[in-house]
């Protein structure tokens, strides 16, 4: 692939956005409507009711995608100057796939409280939040804060992570035949995405065999280097409380789902997993093992977080589907019922999974059209 012609056209194109007006400015009267004299009506309109701002300016159409540059893509800690490209990328795609306005915000803050105190000062002009690429764990507790902020705020890398996560396995399970509450599914990868799956997983299909692993291995009550968020985790995962490496939890596991680091899978591993092993390898830009390497080790079905590979595991099939619900719906906030709605509208777009094809195309609009057609529907 010819990045080298990706950068020539940041540099070319001066970014990837631009901003137009849906007024025309011909003459005075042009001039009047969309500002000086008039447009004092429709600000005293709203200052009588904030609530028409909706109705009245472009906030009824518009999402703020936010970051820190904390955790930017397979790329880490690299600041918010750095993080504008994939900001802008974020934005992009929320237009051609949802057609909302989305602007990227990248924040030079130094605390999860100047993120959240920032957000509220700016909301007023959105009507909807999506935080990107805030590293672990400030951005559980970034979120949790701001769910009263009177507009749908979502941390994509958790919850649209777990969503397609959730749809890939749903119709992988139907090629395999086996029924997911019966599957042993080891996580690795304990960051936003990670926890958001396990999550989303237990709770939906009341799993009782999953096992999370991070860069020290299994997390169980055995360890004592574990932080509060992996602690909650022990509630749902691990529950015959083995201990070990990555390799010992994938010892008769049905299902691996790796949101962490590239080339840590190996062949040996899948080989001691149970027949017809499932292996979602996210890691980008290097997933956690090659999907050819991964086949030919037994496993029937991998998906990557890369467009170049079959099954696509890609967050991009939900999140301009579900905001553009909300803010079809009016909803103040994107709720579990929501997120399982989405992932079961993609699972169901595709209607006949095969080992390569259990997701839809990540660049199908009518899939971000259906998710949002549902979630007004029965969110």
Request: include cysteine; hydrophobic fraction near 45%; proline fraction near 5%.
């Amino acid at each position: 692939m010819n990045c080298q012609r990706s950068l020539k056209l940041h540099k070319e194109k001066g970014g990837k956005l631009e901003i137009r007006s849906k007024f025309e400015l011909k003459n005075k009267q042009d001039l009047s409507f969309a500002y000086t004299p008039c447009v004092a009506e429709v600000c005293w309109k709203i200052a009588g009711d904030k609530k028409l701002a909706r109705e009245y300016t472009i906030k009824k159409n518009t999402v703020a995608v936010v970051s820190d540059g904390s955790a930017v893509l397979g790329l880490g800690n690299i600041g918010p100057e750095a993080a504008i490209p994939v900001m802008e990328g974020k934005a992009i795609l929320f237009k051609e796939l949802a057609d909302i306005d989305a602007f990227p915000i990248c924040l030079d803050v130094n605390n999860p409280d100047e993120i959240v105190r920032t957000v509220r000062n700016i909301a007023p002009v959105f009507g909807g939040i999506n935080l990107e690429d805030i590293a672990a764990p400030d951005c559980f507790w970034i979120e949790k804060q701001l769910q009263n902020l009177g507009i749908p705020v979502m941390h994509d890398d958790q919850h649209g992570t777990a969503i397609v996560v959730t749809a890939a396995l749903i119709n992988a399970v139907k090629i395999i035949n086996k029924k997911i509450s019966s599957l042993k599914v080891v996580i690795v990868g304990a960051g936003a995405a990670g926890v958001a799956i396990t999550k989303m997983l237990s709770r939906e299909f009341n799993l009782e065999d999953i096992i999370v692993c991070d860069s020290r291995g299994i997390i169980s009550k055995r360890r004592t280097d574990l932080n509060l968020i992996k602690k909650q985790l022990l509630k749902i995962t691990n529950k015959k409380n083995i201990s070990g490496k990555m390799e010992d939890a994938l010892l008769g596991a049905d299902v691996f789902v790796g949101v962490s680091a590239g080339n840590i899978l190996k062949q040996e591993m899948i080989k001691k997993m149970n027949s017809k092993p499932i292996i979602f390898a996210m890691a980008n830009p290097v997933p956690e093992i090659m999907p050819d390497l991964a086949k030919k080790a037994g496993a029937v079905i991998v998906g990557t977080g890369r467009s170049d590979f079959p099954n696509q595991i890609n967050n991009v099939l939900v999140f301009p589907g579900i905001f553009r619900g909300v803010l079809d719906g009016g909803f103040l906030k994107i709720t579990d019922r929501m997120k399982f709605i989405a992932a079961r509208t993609i699972a169901d777009y595709v209607k006949h999974p095969t080992p390569n094809k259990i997701l839809p195309n990540p660049l199908d609009k009518n899939v971000a059209k259906m998710i949002a057609r549902n979630i007004v529907k029965r969110g």
